[in-house]
């Protein structure tokens, strides 16, 4: 089972992804997390990526499919995976496509949330990337170069819709019956 959280920055995909993957006994293989733990432990490439993230900016495709492919070469991730935060752009839904076929993906799960409840979620979060200027600029670059990408996954016909809004635990709930559990 492949399955794709998508969704604008404080939607709760991140959580509902972590929950939803334990249930279902699969990894959740965050690009966000990976980032942000090379970030903590110093190496070359968080370095590279610290000011971006900082930023709100998208890291280069090159570097995040190079890090998203490896990881999907791990044997943990033969039974499937939920993907939090990758493809983001249209090129990184061609990478994907030729990892694992554009028939890969099962279900591409949508997280909705109005845009004042995000904010509000993000500034009381206090990750270093939730300053609000960077806020700002990672809605904008949500809307420009990830939001094409449910017309993109719509058309394939594997688009699921979750309202974000509530309790955790009944937002688990929610996703699990959309994916039909
Ligand atoms: P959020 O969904 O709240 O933005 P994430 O943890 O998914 O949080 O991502 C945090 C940051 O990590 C992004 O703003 C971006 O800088 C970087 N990042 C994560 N995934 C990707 C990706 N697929 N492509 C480019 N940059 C990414």
Do not use: C, W
């Amino acid at each position: 089972m492949r399955i794709l959280f998508i969704g604008p920055p404080g939607a709760g995909k991140g959580t509902q992804a972590a929950r939803v993957a334990d249930r279902l006994g699969i990894p959740h293989i965050s690009t966000g997390e990976m980032f942000r733990h090379h970030v903590s432990t110093g190496t070359e490439l968080g370095r590279l990526v610290d000011s971006i993230m900082k930023a709100g900016e998208y890291v280069p495709d090159e570097i995040t499919v190079e890090m998203l492919r490896e990881r999907l070469n791990e044997p943990d991730a033969g039974v499937g995976y939920i993907l939090d935060g990758f493809p983001r752009t249209e090129g990184q839904v061609a990478a994907l496509d030729g990892l694992i076929g554009e028939d890969g993906l099962d279900t591409v799960l949508v997280f909705e949330v109005d845009e004042e409840a995000l904010e509000e979620r993000l500034l009381s979060r206090g990750r270093a990337d939730d300053t609000e200027d960077t806020i700002r600029n990672r809605f904008k670059v949500y809307q420009e170069q990830t939001a094409p990408l449910l017309d993109v996954y719509g058309n394939r016909g594997i688009v699921v819709t979750v309202d974000g809004l509530g309790e955790i635990e009944e937002v688990t709930e929610r996703t699990l019956k959309a994916l039909g559990r």
